[in-house]
């Protein structure tokens, strides 16, 4: 049903099997308009959507609850999905239709993706009646499996109970308990519109946090791009929205960071079969109708180019890069980068890597890069071999500029000073890598990374921690080579902040290293025990 292929973070390239064909995810399925559809179904299968969101609770009411089988109905060979009217029940209160019957109906139009009429808490309910509203949730979900287990389509349980923490936490947990092939996030779009995207990354991460790992999630109303790629790095897998024919119809014109209103635009910075094509002042010219059709095309398009990205950003184990270079281009994505920064630990290096297999180069970008889970994870297993090297030592530390550290001049003039000495230790230290051991200078990311070393990245704080661990492991002195970045200054400022450790701590260069280590231990005479 499903299959990962590719993991990165929280994210991952995954197949879908449906009884319509195979979905790739990270997907986003468009909602689909069962009177009116603009643009046409034949345009969103040409722009690469395999599959589309539409509404049984809608469907069912212009058919008068008739039975009408729904890939004929829409003429469409590849996967549909379908909402029960949970955001009907969200924005009205109440639909006429209840549980079993949605449900029954969605398994007779054989739909390949159903969904169970959930009750949407939303962002206005209180926390009573919030709780309410997920018991009944819960309750139609056991109501709905002898419905739905001998079918073989594909069937998704709401995981209602935002904005409470505590309700979410509950929820998930007790979906697990329900065999059910997809889980969702639901009630996110006043989130969206308000642009709180920190708040739905939140919702998404405690939610992934619970649920099982080998079951995909959906998150409802999700449509621009600019908090796609956050999503899938929390564990988001499959989206659905109209956004881009409700933008269009607003005269919005999406792009990855933000949206535009067309009439604000002197020139389309893009490519698209529209934007190639057309000005923005032609566009403004046309009929209503028209410009709505246009402006929706380009808007898929973003939103499927915004995919590609994703899953090339996953292939090639550069999705943090990819969240970090966005996090700048807007403040509520700086907001929603650091609630991913946050979950780094808990969730994220839960399925990342120590290694990048295609042998790419990590990019250590700022202070931001510390917190990518595959180079928090490589400091601290570096940080615990040199902390056990250390103890009863001797140490050196050498201001990592220059890759590969070991051919650093200042490293081979120590490499011969200490041949054959068990009583000191040399480390390498980088502003972001932290200690790197001599051993591992040549390995990945060590050598394989790409960084400038600025004074926005040297934490002096950082450095006064590291010696601190190394002292509290038992190192006897610290001596810190004045090379590189480790000016002068910067020692002073370590200094400062080290009052208990200055005898312990020194800094010289490197032509002075010699008259700083303790004398060489005798070797034992032959008459000795060996």
Known sequence: MFEVKVRELGGRIGKLVTRHGNIETPFLFPVVDPARQVPSLDVIRSLGFSGFITNAYLFFKRNRGAVKKIHKE????????????????????????????????????????????DVPTGTKMSWEEAARAVEETYRRGIEALPLIMDSNQLWVYPVQGAPYRDLLIKVAIQARKLPYDIYAVGSPTVLLEKYKYSKLIELVAIARLHLPPSKPLHVFGVGH?????????????????????????????????????????????????????????????????????????????????????????????????????????HPSLHEAFE??????????????????????????????????PRVKMNVRRALQMGLKRARGKTVILIPAYRKPYNHQTEYVVIENVLRDRDDVEAFFIH?????????????????????RITSEIINPNKL????????????????????????????????????????????????????LLPPSPSPPSPSQPQ
Not at 247 to 271: H, I, Q, S, W
Not at 339 to 363: D, F, I, M, Q
Request: charged fraction near 25%.
């Open 74 to 117: 829409f003429s469409w060979n590849d996967v549909i999905m379908t909402d029960s009217g949970g955001y009907q029940i969200l924005v009205y209160g109440d639909i006429e239709v209840d549980n079993k019957t949605i449900v029954t109906y969605q398994k007779e139009i054989e739909t390949d993706v159903g969904v169970i009429l």
């Open 464 to 515: 006064v921690a590291l010696i601190k661990r190394l002292a509290s492991a038992g190192a006897k002195r610290l001596i810190l080579i004045e090379a590189g970045w480790l000016k002068r200054g910067l020692y002073e400022q370590i200094q400062r902040r080290l009052k208990e450790l200055r005898e312990a701590v020194v800094i010289c260069k490197i032509n002075e290293i010699s008259s």
């Open 339 to 372: 609630v991913v920064k946050k979950y780094a630990t808990k969730l994220l290096e839960k399925y990342s890597s120590t290694v990048n297999p295609g042998g790419r180069a990590l990019l250590l970008i700022d202070s931001d890069s510390e917190f990518n």
């Open 431 to 451: 502003p972001i890598l932290g200690l790197i051991t001599p051993r591992l200078s040549s390995t990945y990311p060590y050598y394989q990374h790409e960084t």
């Open 225 to 329: 791009p600019m908090i796609i790629p956050f999503l899938v790095a929390v564990g988001g897998d499959l989206f659905d929205s109209a956004s881009y024919i409700l933008y269009a119809r607003n005269g919005r014109y999406m792009l990855e960071t933000g949206t535009k209103d067309v009439k604000e635009l002197e020139y389309f910075p893009c490519n698209c079969q529209v934007c190639s094509r057309y000005e923005p002042r032609e566009v403004l010219e046309l009929p209503s109708e028209k410009r709505v059709e246009l402006l929706a095309i380009h808007n898929l398009h973003v939103l499927i180019k915004e995919l590609k990205l994703v899953k090339q950003a996953i292939k090639e184990g550069r999705l943090w890069e990819l969240l970090e270079y966005r996090s700048k281009a």
